[in-house]
């Protein structure tokens, strides 16, 4: 019987349960120092002048770093700027602008978290400020179209949208917005920085791990296999751990220039601007449709912001030209800057604010039809990649609307407005569709089969709090053709490279491979286990 989809204790549950699980901050290294990172007060403009007179009395204050004094990076990458997919724009003190409230302008590092907090307090920072552009309103006077939407143009066309809008009985042309929305998960982003040499350690709770090694490696100008990435927990990331932010740097920079470790956590304040946000969006939705409900045309424009050092789109469109068959239609992405943090992914980026505004319009076409709303989707079902003219690996959207449809009662519905009531409570009945791209890139993992029979895996992933842990022992299980109880599945850390001179367990315990790293020293680290 397979064992994987089973019912399953979590293989992590008891060490979470215990608080024996460590994340990225908890991880115990000799000679710790901490960091607290001091942010702007001002929207734009510069950095005028630092007086840190009164943060060095206080004791144990081992290093102010500032665009004054920072470890210079290598020229093609002091701007924080590395070419698309590799990273983000980032604000590592290498100048003296500020591009939005609350960037980075100051690292304090201590002996102590609370001689850094008081530290950073104590710092006198002046600023010349700048006009700054907060208005949404105010920033689509002037909008840019971005260089590609994830990997897919910017803007599309298929067929002839002024004939489908002639030719149609029923139009609905409406403009939807969002809000911006935070991340704000239980474990605020955190970092730990170790060198041992020309070598960096890095516990960063990230979505990431190996975008973080090859980050790091190419804003510091060092080779990725001297940097290790070990993140075994994340408390929680939806979309925000899934980019490497200034902090990640800024931590292995100061370690390096005071020579100890350094860890560096945000705290709630700095959740909002520098590891960014689903950005605003305005989103115009035109659908047309023939007299017996056939989308006839289609249209869909989306206006969001980005920051003043970086374009990131939310891809809302890429829905729109997918879900639903339509001959005729139109889509664009532009972008407005503002003097804000750069936004990022969130929940569904893009998947989510197009579908709001995409099946909204639906709801209101079906209306303006007189139809009901599961009808109108399923006579516009979409059997291929209407765009892309591709058919889909698998669908079963339509028995997810037929199943929906029995189990809700949903041929009992009165579609009338405030027609349907409990006692004194209206009731309200709709639906929608929503849907996410089945993304794939290369893997790897490495199993070993221990002299007891047992096997320990391993993979370069991490677990959102969803259950890798469990599940990928289940696949394991399965392939190997064992009991789940004799499989040990481990992540959190690259499989290869020199800097696979650490691994770190399920309680997060850190031992030493040597210098020569690599599978060696994991299968020795394995024989000490069984020993004990």
């Not at 290294?29 to 734009?44: C, G, K, P, Q």
């Not at 090859?214 to 990331?237: D, R």
């Not at 579609?415 to 209206?426: D, E, I, V």
Request: charge should be neutral; aromatic fraction near 6%; glycine fraction near 8%.
């Amino acid at each position: 019987m397979n064992i994987t989809g089973q019912p399953l204790d979590r293989t992590d549950g008891p060490k979470k349960v215990m608080g024996t699980a460590r994340y990225a901050a908890e991880h115990p290294l000799a000679n710790m120092t901490h960091a607290v990172m001091v942010t702007s007060t001002i929207a734009s403009g510069r950095v005028a002048g630092i007086d840190d007179s009164g943060a060095r009395q206080v004791p144990g204050v081992l290093l102010i770093m500032t665009h004054e004094n920072a470890m210079r990076l290598p020229e093609e990458t002091r701007s924080g700027k590395l070419s698309p997919p590799i990273g983000r724009v980032l604000s590592l003190l290498q100048y003296d602008a500020v591009h939005y409230n609350n960037e980075p302008v100051a690292l304090v590092v201590a002996d102590t978290l609370e001689h850094a907090q008081d530290a950073a307090a104590r710092l006198r920072i002046t600023y010349e400020a700048a006009p700054a552009i907060l208005d949404f309103e105010q920033a689509k006077d002037t909008v840019h179209a971005p260089d590609k939407v994830l990997s897919e143009d910017t803007d599309t066309r298929r067929g002839d949208y002024q004939a489908g809008l002639l030719s149609a009985s029923a139009t609905v042309d409406a403009t939807y917005t969002t809000p911006i929305e935070n991340h704000n998960p239980l474990e605020p982003h955190a970092t730990i920085a170790c060198w041992e040499g020309d070598r960096l350690t890095l516990y960063d709770s990230t979505q990431y791990i190996m975008g973080v090694r090859n980050t790091v490696a190419a804003t510091l100008g060092i080779q990725p296999e001297n940097i290790c990435v070990l993140c075994p927990y994340v408390g929680g990331g939806f979309g925000c751990k899934g980019s490497v932010w200034s902090h990640v740097v800024l931590a292995a920079m100061a370690a390096r220039q005071v020579g100890r470790p350094v860890k560096l956590a945000l705290d709630r304040n700095q959740m909002f601007g520098p590891v960014g946000a689903r950005p605003v969006t305005e989103q115009r939705l035109v659908l047309a449709a023939l007299g017996d409900g056939r989308l006839s045309a289609s249209r869909h424009d989306v206006t969001a912001y980005t920051s003043v050092i970086e374009d990131w789109i939310e891809p809302c469109a890429l829905v729109t030209r997918m879900l639903y068959q339509c001959p005729n239609q139109e889509t664009s992405h532009r972008l407005a800057r503002m003097n804000l943090g750069t936004p990022t992914f969130m929940r569904a980026p893009g998947e989510a604010t197009g579908s709001f505004a995409l099946e909204s319009a639906m709801d209101e076409l079906a209306y303006a039809l007189d139809m009901d709303p599961l009808q109108l989707r399923l006579l516009n079902y979409a059997e291929q990649d209407p765009g892309k003219q591709l058919p889909w690996s698998s669908k079963s959207l339509r028995q997810c609307y037929e199943t929906g449809a029995e189990r809700f009662g949903w041929s009992g519905r009165n579609p009338r407005p405030r027609s349907m009531r409990n006692g004194r409570t209206l009731v309200g009945w709709g639906m929608a569709t929503a849907t996410y791209p089945t993304n794939r890139s290369p893997a790897a993992a490495m199993a070993r089969i221990l002299p007891d029979g047992s096997a320990v895996v391993r993979s370069a992933t991490q677990d959102l709090g969803t259950g890798t842990y469990t599940v990928m022992t289940q696949v394991a299980a399965d392939a190997l053709g064992l009991p789940p109880d004799k499989v040990r599945f481990e992540l959190g850390q690259q499989l290869s490279g020199r800097a696979g001179f650490r691994r770190v367990d399920h309680g997060g315990q850190r031992r030493s491979r040597g210098a020569r790293g690599g599978h060696r020293g994991a299968a020795e680290a394995d024989r000490h286990r069984r020993r004990r």
